[in-house]
């Protein structure tokens, strides 16, 4: 079995891959931490060969982390955002300074789609760009909607947004608090989005598929205008082309990958940015 961790800033998700098959076995969540137990936070080591990783926790969660698997491990593989890797050239001035959760989420896009808009909606929500060529131009970091709710201390942090709820609902004005902050929230979220992706795609002259991931991504997946594709193992996908080891991987398949969402046209893109100056 391969073990897959993706370790952010409050949860770390896990999942188990069967390296014959390629096949998911099981996968789970739990809060960030420096200790962790074996058969408790994440599978039992025995029936593990081999485990990537990719980590914006502090850097001793992923040491203890590190120290821990390697006495049980055969192979543990680590992550790092790197000048340029499977094509992609990083976009930041200090590549390494990049979110590796950013740049696995670029990584997994552009094998996937080529050029690409990749969102990832967790702690933060990170946008992040890519070009056809394999320019990485860098990206966009707002506030997630956990963390926007928590800041403003209206006693409504508890107040999850229903994931079921429709994106219609929520862009009404709010007539209570918890209302009023949850359609703000998301509002503010989703024509972040819609708003740096046309904006992008003007300035470079190309319309590229947009990618969505991370714990909110299905409920700010229905608020985006845009075309667009929900992948909740981007990150992961992002560690199966860096250190490819099934059979599947080896042939560039990703786990779970969706079919790439069809851009509409960049004249389309321009227009509706242009309409919305007017307004
Ligand atoms: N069980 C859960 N616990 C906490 N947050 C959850 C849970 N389920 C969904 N969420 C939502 O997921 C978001 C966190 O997303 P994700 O799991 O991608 O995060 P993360 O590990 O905090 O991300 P990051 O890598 O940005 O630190 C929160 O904003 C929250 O609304
Ligand atoms: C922005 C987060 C927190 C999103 O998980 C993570 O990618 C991170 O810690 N990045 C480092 C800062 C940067 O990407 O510029
Ligand atoms: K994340």
């Known amino acids: 079995m391969i073990l897959d961790l993706d370790i952010g800033n409050t949860l770390s998700k896990w999942r188990l891959k069967d390296a014959e098959s390629s096949e998911i076995r099981s996968r789970g969540a739990v809060w960030t931490r420096e200790e962790w137990r074996p058969g408790a936070d994440i599978p039992d080591l025995d029936v593990v060969e081999a485990v990537r990783i990719s980590s914006v926790a502090r850097a001793a969660v992923l040491e203890e982390t590190v120290a821990l698997l390697?006495?049980?491990?055969?192979?543990?593989?680590?992550?790092?955002?790197?000048?340029?890797?499977?094509?992609?050239?990083?976009?930041?001035?200090?590549?390494g300074r990049l979110g590796v959760d950013r740049w696995m989420g670029a990584l997994a896009g552009y094998q996937l789609a080529g050029g690409c808009c990749a969102v990832d909606?967790?702690?933060?929500?990170?946008?992040?760009?890519?070009?056809p060529g394999g320019q990485h131009l860098g990206g966009f970091i707002i506030p997630g909607l956990r963390l926007m709710?928590?800041?403003?201390?209206?006693?409504?942090?508890?107040?999850?947004?229903?994931?079921?709820?429709?994106?219609?609902?929520?862009?009404e004005p709010g007539r209570r608090t918890v209302d009023?902050?949850?359609h703000g929230i998301y509002m503010a979220a989703v024509s972040a989005i819609n708003r740096i992706y046309s904006e992008v795609c003007d300035q470079e002259g190309v319309a590229l598929p947009m990618l969505l991931t991370g714990g909110d991504a299905r409920v700010v997946s229905r608020g985006v205008q845009v075309p667009h594709a929900v992948w909740p193992d981007m990150v992961y996908g992002g560690l199966e082309a860096c250190f490819p080891m099934t059979f599947a991987e080896r042939a560039g398949k990703m786990s779970g990958a969706p079919r790439v969402p069809e851009p509409v046209a960049l004249e389309k893109i321009r227009a509706a940015l242009a309409f919305s100056m007017l307004l």
């Open 149 to 171: 709710k928590e800041s403003l201390k209206l006693g409504t942090r508890n107040v999850a947004i229903d994931p079921e709820s429709e994106a219609d609902e929520l862009l």
């Open 70 to 95: 390697r006495r049980r491990v055969r192979h543990v593989h680590v992550a790092h955002s790197t000048h340029e890797a499977l094509g992609v050239i990083n976009g930041y001035e200090e590549p």
């Open 121 to 131: 909606c967790g702690s933060a929500i990170t946008i992040d760009f890519v070009l």
């Open 180 to 182: 009023a902050v949850n």
